[in-house]
């Protein structure tokens, strides 16, 4: 099954791909290395996702503005490979960070959120690294931020 059948399988809606707004560009092409710069968490409506998690939001509320983090990688990734997701032969490494309370210690549990959306498109390609780092605080106040490294065919 190709990727798009399995985004719309999974009933998903990618949002549009938005271009920076500072000195970096959204993706970047080396050799057959895809990198996805950090997607902060929007919800559906393109509302931030704002909070820290541990104190004004939880980890389930975590799990989901990972998630959309995952959606806006795909987009990006779409965006990159000319609206071709067949382009994509593997996800090698998922970064995400967690704005989070000093005493929260379920980060992991948190970037599940982009991991799991991302093997639910990409199956046995979206197997990948990861790390999933605490910080006290992200851009605008997002609760999640993810970046990715995808192989190209």
């Known amino acids: 099954m190709s990727y798009e059948n399995k985004i719309k399988e ?15 560009v959204a993706s970047k092409i080396i050799g057959k290395m895809l990198f ?10 393109g509302e931030l996702i704002k909070g820290k998690i541990g104190k004004e939001l939880k980890t389930e509320d975590g799990y989901e503005a990972a998630k959309r983090c995952g959606l806006s990688i795909i987009s990006q990734v779409k965006k ?3 609206n071709d997701l067949s382009k994509i032969k593997s996800c090698i ?4 960070f967690v ?11 948190v970037i599940n959120g982009a ?3 991302i093997v639910s498109v990409f199956g046995d390609a979206g197997m990948h690294t990861r790390a999933a780092v605490s910080t006290n605080s992200l851009p605008l106040g997002v609760s999640v ?9």
């Open 80 to 82: 990159s490979c000319n």
């Open 10 to 24: 999974l009933n998903l809606e990618l949002p549009e791909a938005r271009d920076p707004v500072g000195s970096y």
């Open 115 to 117: 991991s799991d959306l």
């Open 36 to 45: 996805i710069s950090g997607q902060i968490s929007i919800s559906a409506n």
């Open 93 to 96: 490494k998922l970064t995400g």
């Open 145 to 153: 931020e993810v970046d990715a490294i995808f192989e190209l065919n």
């Open 99 to 109: 704005n989070s309370t000093e005493d929260f210690t379920e980060q992991p549990k």
